[in-house]
C-alpha cells in the first residue's frame, strides 16, 4: 500500500498547480495513465485568457464569458476566476512559462484574440501555450522532493467508506492498475483530487489525446457525486481533416488572426450564419460547418490564411505551419482542410469555489469538474484560467483542513476473476460506442436520436460490467467502463434539455427558453 497525504489523479495543469501548490507542506502522489506530459493541457495551443491590459477590464471579460455561456454561467465563480487571473499568469511567469513577447506592448507580451473575446486578451507561447507551461511545470514537479510521481498508472476505483463498511460518505485514496507491473495498488490518501481531464474519446472524432475517457466523471459519480451540464460538450470547428494526421488542432487564434472559412470552390460562408463570422463562438461556428459540409456533401471545408504574408503566418503559428507542410500542405500558399471534432467536456461534477464535491475529502479541478464557469459554452481560452486558479484555491483548502485518520484498507481483491478469454470484445464494443455518440449525440440532435443511443449504451453497459466483473482489469476495459458511464451521462442530461442553448441543439426544441437552467443528475 501506498500512503500520502494529497493523491491527485491526473497530471494536466490543474493536477500539476495542486501538486506545486501543496507540495512544500504536504506529501502529494502524483499519478498519470502515461508520462507526465501526456494530457489534453499539453496539446492546448491558443493560449490563456486573463485581464492584463489597461484597455480591458475584469467587467469585460466576465460578460464575454456570460456572453458565451448562454445564460448559464454561474456569475460568482465567473467573477472569481476572471478577478485572480493576472495573478495566476504571474505565477506561471515566475516559475519561467515563456510566453511570447511583444516590446512594443504595454505588458511585454503579445496578446491575441480568440472567438467571443471583445479584446486581446489571450496571453500565449506562440500556438503551442500547453506545451511551454506543462513542462516549465513539469520540470518542477520531477525536481520536488515531496512529489512522487506515478507513471503508467490508471485510477481504477476511488476508495470510499460505503466500500469499506463505515458511516458517512467520504473518500480515502484510490485503486490503481500500475500497468508495467500489470498488479493494482492500494493508494491511501487523507484528500483525493480528480483532475483527470474530459472525456473526448467518447466521440469517434475528437481533438483529445487518447487519455480522455471520463474516468473522474464516472469515478465522481460511482463515489456519489452530482454532475451538471453533461449535454454541453464543445465541437472544435477546426480539426485538420487528413489521413495521416490524427486528433490535431487548428487553434482559434488562426481564426482571431484573419483566419477565413471557405467552401472548395472559395465561397465564403460564415457571414451569412452569424454578424461576428469567423470570430462567433465556437458553437455557432461548428454548427455552421456542420451545416454546409451536410448541406453540400463535403468531408470538410477550408480554412484560409494564406493572403497573411508567409512571414506573419510562420512567426505566429511555426508548429501549425511545421506540421501541415509535414503533410505537403504550405499554409502561407492554399487553405487548411478542416471538419468539426469533439473538443471540450463543458459539464462535470458538480463542485463549488473550492473544488470540493458532493463527497468528503473529494475534490475536482479542470475539465472534470463543472464550476459553473463555462456555462452551456466553454468562451475560448478560459479552460487554462480554470485549471490554475480552482487548483489554487483547492490547495489552500486543503491545507488549511485538520488531519483525519485513515481506516484500515483492504487490498484490491481479485480472487474471484479470471484473465479474459476475448479481448475482442473490448474493442469491439469500445468503436461501437464511439460511433454511436458521433452518429446519434452530436453537433445536432434529435429525441430520436439521443434514445436510439441510450438504447445501446444500455445495452453495452450490462455487457461491458459484466465482463468487468469475470476478467482481470486492463487498461483498455477500465477506460471503456468509464466511457460507457460518461456517455450514458452525457446523453441522460441531453434528454432532459427540452431548449436549444449553447453547445446543445436540438431539430425538436428549437428555442432557447426565457430562463436558463443547469442540468445536475444526481446518483441513486
Known sequence: MLKFDVLIIGSGLAGMTLALHLAERRKVGLITKRDLLEGSSSYAQGGIAAVLDTDDSVQEHIQDTLIAGAGICNE???????????????????????????????????????????????????????????TTLGQKIKA???????????????ITSA??????????????????????????????????????????????????????????????????????IQFHPTCLYHPHSKSFLISEAVRGEGGILRLPDGTRFMPKHDPRAELAPRDVVARAIDFEMKKHGLDCVHLDISYKPASFIKEHFPNIYAH???LGIDITQQPIPVVPAAHYTCGGLVTDLKGRTDVEGLYAVGEVACTGLHGANRLASNSLLECMVIGKAAAEHILA?????????????????????????????????????????????????LERAL??????????????????????????????????????????????????????????????????????
Open 324 to 326: 501541415c507542410l509535414e
Open 76 to 134: 460568482e465563480t465567473t467573477r472569481y476566476i476572471v478577478e485572480h487571473s493576472k495573478e495566476a499568469i504571474d505565477w506561471l511567469i515566475a516559475l519561467g512559462v515563456p510566453f511570447t513577447k511583444d516590446e512594443t506592448h504595454e505588458t511585454g507580451y503579445h496578446l491575441t484574440r480568440e472567438g467571443g473575446h471583445s479584446h486581446r486578451r489571450i496571453i500565449h507561447a506562440a500556438d503551442a501555450t500547453g506545451a511551454a507551461v506543462t
Open 163 to 232: 466500500k469499506l463498511g463505515l458511516e458517512g460518505q467520504r473518500v480515502y485514496g484510490a485503486y490503481a492498475l500500475a500497468k508495467q507491473a500489470d498488479e493494482v495498488v492500494t493508494i491511501a490518501a487523507q484528500h483525493t483530487i480528480l483532475a483527470s481531464g474530459g472525456a473526448g474519446k467518447v466521440y469517434l472524432y475528437t481533438t483529445n489525446p487518447d487519455t480522455a475517457t471520463g474516468d473522474g466523471i464516472a469515478m465522481g459519480w460511482r463515489a456519489g457525486c452530482r454532475v451538471g451540464n453533461m449535454e454541453f
Open 144 to 158: 520536488h522532493p515531496n512529489i512522487t510521481l506515478l507513471e503508467d498508472y490508471i485510477a481504477i476505483d476511488l
Open 401 to 449: 483542513a485538520t488531519g483525519i485518520s485513515l481506516p484500515d484498507i483492504p487490498d484490491w481483491d481479485d480472487s474471484q476473476v479470471t484473465d479474459p478469454d476475448e479481448e475482442v470484445v473490448i474493442s469491439h464494443n469500445w468503436d461501437e460506442l464511439r460511433r454511436a455518440m458521433w452518429d446519434y449525440v452530436g453537433i445536432v440532435r434529435t429525441n430520436k436520436r
Open 455 to 524: 438504447n445501446r449504451i444500455n445495452l453495452l453497459s450490462v455487457e461491458i460490467n459484466e465482463y468487468y466483473s469475470h476478467f482481470h482489469v486492463s487498461n483498455d476495459l477500465i477506460e471503456l467502463r468509464n466511457l460507457v458511464q460518461t456517455a450514458e451521462l452525457i446523453v441522460r442530461s441531453a434528454l432532459l434539455r427540452k431548449e436549444s442553448r449553447g453547445l446543445h441543439y436540438s431539430r425538436d426544441y428549437p428555442n432557447t427558453l426565457a430562463e436558463g437552467q443547469e442540468t445536475v443528475l444526481t446518483p441513486n
